[in-house]
C-alpha cells in the first residue's frame, strides 16, 4: 500500500510456526503479516546479510575469482524477442546452441561478444557443455547483501517454537516464563534491524513484553560492532523487573542455562527506571504541592546525568557526575533555617551546603547570589522552569 509520495507501506509475511496443530477444525494458520512503513522519503531500507546458502552459490573459481553460474536465457519466446534468438558457438568443441524457441538467451548478439571477450561465458567444468552459463564473480557485486522479500521462512526469521525455547533457556529459574506462550524470536527482531536501523540507530519498543527486542539489539550490535540503543516500556510492573529486565540483564552479563552451562554475555549495560504514578508537575507547570524532595531529587538527576538515581536523597547534594556537583534546593532540605526553607540560593545557603571544590550544578526556586555564583563555579538552574522537559 502506499500513501503520498513519500509514504509507502508493505506487509510482509512471517511463518509463525513449523508445525501443523492437527487439532485445529479448519485451515491451521502458520504465518503472521509485519507492516514495514516509512513516514518519509529520507528512510531507506537496507540489504539484509547474506547468508551461508548465498554465500555457497559462489563454488567455482578461475583466474579471475570465485563465482556462480547464472542461467543464459529469459523468460521470452523467440516471437516475442527475435533478436535474441541465434545460435552460440561453444568454442571448445564447435558445436552451434540454439536456445529453445520459448526460452531465448537473455542476451543479444553484441552482449554475448563482449560477454566472451571479457570471459563471462560458462561452458561447465570440462568445458564441453550442451548450454551456456553467465559467470557472476563474488568481487564484482555491487553491493554485499541480499534484497529483502515478502515471505520470511523459519530458516531466515526463526519461529515461534524456537523463541519460547530460547526465553526458557535464559529465565529458566523463574516461574512465571511459563506465561509468555509466543515471545518473538530475536532472530526476527534481528531482521528487522538489520533492514530498517543503522549502527547507531535507537530502538523503541512500546510494548516490551519479555525483552525480545533489546536482546536482539545487544545481538546484533555484537555482530557489526554497532553502537545501537534501545528504550523498552512495559506497563506491568511484576514483568519488567522479574522478565524484561532480568533477559536483558542475563542476555548482556552472562547467564547459567537450564543445564548449568555458563553462556557468555553479549556485553552492553541498560538502566532500569520506573515512572511516576502521578506527573510531578501541575496542569499550570508548577511542581505539585505533595511531590517530596526524594521525588523530584530523582527527577533532577536523571535530567542532568542521564542515569537512574541511586543515593538517599537526604542531602542537597544529590552526588558527583563527571566531575561536576548537582545540588537540589527544595522542600525544607535545609530544616527552614534560611530564607524560603532552604528553597533559594542565598549566599548564606550556599555556605551551608556540603563543599565541592569543581563545578556546581544547583536547582532552586531562586538565585540571589548575584556575581558570586559565576566565582564559585555555580551554574544556577531554576525550578520548575529548568524541568519543564
Not at 548450454?131 to 555491487?142: C, D, F, G, Q, S
Not at 554497532?226 to 529486565?245: P, Q
Not at 541511586?310 to 535545609?334: F, M, Q, V, W
Amino acid at each position: 500500500m502506499k500513501s503520498g509520495d513519500n509514504q509507502w507501506g508493505i506487509w510482509v509475511g512471517w511463518l509463525i510456526d513449523q508445525t501443523v496443530p492437527n487439532d485445529h477444525k479448519s485451515i491451521a494458520p502458520m504465518h503472521d503479516f509485519i507492516l514495514v512503513y516509512q513516514r518519509s522519503g529520507q528512510w531507506k531500507r537496507n540489504l539484509l546479510p547474506r547468508t551461508e546458502d548465498k554465500d555457497k552459490q559462489y563454488k567455482y573459481e578461475d583466474d579471475k575469482g570465485v563465482f556462480r553460474s547464472s542461467d543464459y536465457t529469459c523468460a521470452k519466446t523467440a516471437e516475442e524477442r527475435p533478436n535474441l534468438y541465434y545460435p552460440i558457438v561453444n568454442p571448445n568443441t564447435g558445436e552451434e546452441i540454439w536456445p529453445k524457441r520459448t526460452r531465448v538467451w537473455a542476451y543479444s548478439r553484441e552482449e554475448h561478444e563482449r560477454n566472451v571477450e571479457h570471459g563471462l561465458v560458462y561452458w561447465g567444468k570440462t568445458g564441453k557443455g550442451k548450454v551456456p552459463a553467465y559467470k557472476r564473480y563474488k568481487h564484482a557485486l555491487r553491493n554485499d547483501g541480499v534484497v529483502p522479500q515478502t515471505l520470511w521462512t523459519h530458516d531466515f526469521a526463526g519461529h515461534t517454537d524456537a523463541s519460547r525455547k530460547e526465553l526458557r533457556e535464559i529465565l529458566h529459574d523463574i516461574p512465571s516464563v511459563s506465561d509468555f506462550a509466543t515471545p518473538k524470536p530475536s532472530l526476527l527482531i534481528q531482521r528487522i534491524l538489520q533492514l530498517a536501523t543503522n549502527k547507531d540507530s535507537l530502538v523503541l519498543d512500546s510494548f516490551a513484553g519479555s525483552g525480545t527486542t533489546a536482546h536482539a539489539v545487544l545481538k546484533q550490535n555484537a555482530e557489526d560492532e554497532g553502537s545501537r540503543r534501545f528504550i523498552l516500556v512495559e506497563m506491568d510492573g511484576d514483568i519488567a523487573e522479574k522478565i524484561t529486565s532480568e533477559r536483558i540483564r542475563r542476555a548482556a552479563t552472562g547467564y547459567k542455562d537450564a543445564k548449568n552451562v555458563f553462556v557468555e554475555g553479549l556485553g552492553s549495560d541498560f538502566q532500569y527506571c520506573r515512572l511516576s504514578k502521578e506527573p510531578l508537575f501541575a496542569a499550570d507547570g508548577k511542581i505539585r504541592d505533595d511531590v517530596t524532595f526524594a521525588q523530584l531529587a530523582e527527577f533532577v538527576w536523571f535530567a542532568e546525568t542521564g542515569t537512574g538515581y541511586t543515593g538517599t536523597a537526604d542531602s542537597p547534594l544529590l552526588g558527583e557526575h563527571e566531575g561536576r556537583a548537582i545540588y537540589l534546593l527544595y522542600n525544607g532540605i535545609l530544616k527552614d533555617k534560611t530564607v524560603g526553607g532552604g528553597n533559594v540560593l542565598t549566599g548564606p545557603v550556599f555556605d551551608s551546603l556540603p563543599a565541592f571544590s569543581g563545578p556546581k550544578t544547583i536547582y532552586a526556586a531562586a538565585n540571589r547570589m548575584g556575581t558570586r555564583a559565576a566565582r564559585e563555579g555555580v551554574v544556577f538552574k531554576q525550578t520548575p522552569y529548568a524541568l519543564e522537559v
